[in-house]
């Protein structure tokens, strides 16, 4: 298959396909928020360059992305944009289910942006309960939690290390850290709010994740985090299989 994106194929081909070649999809999700010193478009990019990576292992198509999504916190940072939650948790639940009534029995949700974390569960729930088709939800930064833990010996954060490595890893042109400074990472702490949030960087645990710029280090982290999504949703694929849901 030369093209994994199903919107650069004619309806004819794409009628030969699925469901006879396929019938699972990708649908990468992300938002456009200001990150640190990396691009406005970060929690696109990533799940992008997931969804590309893994298509062709697991024999799937890939739907035009949702590069919306919901920005709260950081919103004030200019180039940030965001969907109010009624109508995002909406769309999204609109795309998979039009992508059901596309033949698509597999979806599979590549998200790269934590603030929308709940609005894709109710709508992947949703979707499931309403056309059957099989909804798999993921948040590629939690999925790999631990993998940031053991291989960079802390926690990760919004464009905090774990991110930051994987744009160094993407498009190290698009990381800027000549632009970093002390002021931008601050720590999340569950007991105060303030909006906007006073750092373009969130860390998940105080003194842990701040961006590292080593492109080599980045490349490893990175190529390992890939991998370990991969396998989470072969995993679960197989599981339907041997288990016979359908
Ligand atoms: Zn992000």
């Known amino acids: 298959m030369k093209t994994r994106y199903f919107s650069n194929l004619t309806w004819q081909e794409f009628n030969e396909l699925v469901p006879a070649e396929t019938s699972t999809v990708i649908l990468p999700v992300g938002t456009i928020e200001a990150h640190g010193v990396i691009p406005l478009g970060t929690d696109n990019i990533i799940p992008q360059d997931l969804a590309e990576y893994i298509a062709g292992k697991i024999n799937a198509l890939i739907a035009p992305p949702v590069n919306y999504g919901i920005t709260s916190s950081l919103l004030p940072y200019p180039g940030s944009v965001t969907l109010e939650k009624e109508t995002y948790k909406e769309m999204i639940y609109e795309i998979m289910s039009e992508l059901a ?101 969130i860390l998940y645990k105080e003194g842990e994740g701040m961006p ?25 694929l197989k599981s339907y299989k041997e288990l016979n849901i359908d």
């Open 101 to 201: 009534r596309n033949n698509f029995r597999t979806i599979i949700v590549m998200n790269g942006h934590g603030g929308q974390v709940d609005e894709l569960k109710e709508a992947a729930l949703d979707t499931f309960k309403d056309t059957g088709a099989r909804v798999i939800v993921v948040h590629w930064w939690i999925l790999t939690y631990e993998w940031t833990k053991q291989f960079y010996k802390q926690m990760g954060g919004h464009a905090g290390i774990d991110e930051t490595a994987a744009i160094m890893a993407i498009a190290p042109e698009l990381v800027k850290p000549e632009r970093y400074s002390e002021s931008m990472p601050r720590e999340y702490k569950k007991g105060i709010q303030s909006y906007p949030f006073a750092g373009p960087i």
């Open 212 to 236: 590292l710029f080593d492109e080599e280090k980045a490349k490893k982290f990175y190529i390992k985090a890939r991998d370990i999504v991969l396998s989470e949703i072969k995993s679960i």
